[in-house]
T-cell receptor
Framework: DTAVSQTPKYLVTQMGNDKSIKCEQN?????MYWYKQDSKKFLKIMFSYNNKELIINETVPNRFSPKSPDKAHLNLHINSLELGDSAVYFC??????????????FGSGTRLTVV | GEDVEQSLFLSVREGDSSVINCTYT??????LYWYKQEPGAGLQLLTY???NMDMKQDQRLTVLLNKKDKHLSLRIADTQTGDSAIYFCAEKGSNYQLIWGAGTKLIIKP
């Protein structure tokens, strides 16, 4: 009955590889997000989708590509992984796009380590 | 631009009150939030306050909002070891996103 679930929880991979992180929410929310949290715990938004449509696309390398097959899923594909991509990636969802009264619901994170 | 600032660390003794402070820049913010992140876990919404309120209380948590000074605080009464976490302040910014502070790590001393 997890609200926002992301897989895998841990991902260790070599430089240059391509990997995907999956996210699913069963809350019926309209908007989903990907955040990157660095080693200093700073949160940086990467992408946001509302009803499968991209609404936020912050300055991230184009090696990162989000895919939203339906409004309950937002996956993140990363090509040609680099050492600097090592971080914790959080998926989140929210009900209102403009109101955000209830804030975001976060997944438990995917810790990506590039070696 | 939009910015949220908070100190990085706070150390308190078990049983004392913790007060975590935050300043924000967008005076038109409608909602402000406090999130808690325990080690190895995602962020969990603790509480939020609407901009037309000065105070909100929920059990051991008290949120104070000073709109004039753009200052938000979270008070945790009778701090317990289970309150050890990073606490993030966030405001609703433009473009449908939340603007996040850097997080305050709350350290509990026995």
């Amino acid at each position: 009955d997890t609200a926002v679930s992301q897989t895998p929880k841990y991902l260790v991979t070599q430089m240059g590889n391509d990997k995907s992180i999956k996210c699913e929410q069963n809350l019926g929310h309209d908007t989903m997000y990907w955040y990157k949290q660095d080693s200093k715990k700073f949160l940086k938004i990467m992408f946001s989708y509302n009803n499968k449509e991209l609404i936020i696309n912050e300055t991230v390398p184009n090696r990162f590509s989000p895919k939203s097959p339906d409004k309950a899923h937002l996956n993140l594909h990363i090509n040609s992984l680099e050492l600097g991509d090592s971080a914790v990636y959080f998926c989140a969802s929210s009900q209102e796009v403009t109101g955000l009264r209830r804030g975001y619901t976060f997944g438990s994170g995917t810790r990506l380590t590039v070696v | 631009g939009e910015d949220v600032e908070q100190s990085l660390f706070l150390s308190v003794r078990e049983g004392d009150s913790s007060v975590i402070n935050c300043t924000y820049t967008d005076s038109s913010s409608t909602y402000l939030y406090w999130y808690k992140q325990e080690p190895g876990a995602g962020l969990q919404l603790l509480t939020y306050i609407f901009s037309n309120m000065d105070m909100k209380q929920d059990q051991r948590l008290t949120v104070l909002l000073n709109k004039k000074d753009k200052h938000l605080s979270l008070r945790i009464a009778d701090t317990q070891t289970g309150d050890s976490a990073i606490y993030f302040c966030a405001e609703k910014g433009s473009n449908y996103q939340l603007i996040w502070g850097a997080g305050t790590k709350l350290i509990i001393k026995p």
